[in-house]
């Protein structure tokens, strides 16, 4: 089976920074895009960020210039820089992973549990 885990969520004021982390691990041949998606209670899931396994990326327009996403492959995390955070930023954020486990075989997508960043002043 396959973990995702996040960390790094809190309690910031407006105009603050937060970096979020995640890590995939367990049974993993390769991981193709890993990203973000935030979630209020109410709505559905939205995306924030996402990345390609060769560092393409895609920004939600409301986060681009103040969010960065990056990933290490070779440790199978993701990373989110959160700079300039605003109210409506208050969210859960899920990571998300997927995951093939042979070559050529089909990707699965794997959700972390979520992180709650919440910004208040």
């Known amino acids: 089976q396959v973990q995702v885990v996040e960390s790094g969520g809190g309690l910031v004021q407006p105009g603050e920074s937060l970096r979020l982390s995640c890590v995939a691990s367990g049974r993993i041949f390769s991981i193709n895009d890993m990203g973000w998606y935030h979630q209020v209670p109410g709505k559905g899931r939205e995306l924030v960020a996402t990345?390609?396994?060769?560092?393409?990326?895609n920004y939600a327009e409301s986060v681009k210039s103040r969010f960065t996403i990056s990933r290490d492959n070779a440790k199978n995390t993701v990373t989110l820089q959160m700079n300039s955070l605003k109210l409506e930023d208050t969210a859960d954020y899920y990571c998300?992973?997927?995951?093939?486990?042979?070559?050529?075989?089909?990707?699965?997508?794997?959700w972390g549990q979520g992180t709650q960043v919440t910004v208040s002043s």
């Open positions: 990345i390609t396994s060769d560092g393409r990326t």
């Open positions: 998300h992973a997927d995951v093939n486990y042979r070559s050529g075989g089909p990707y699965y997508r794997f």
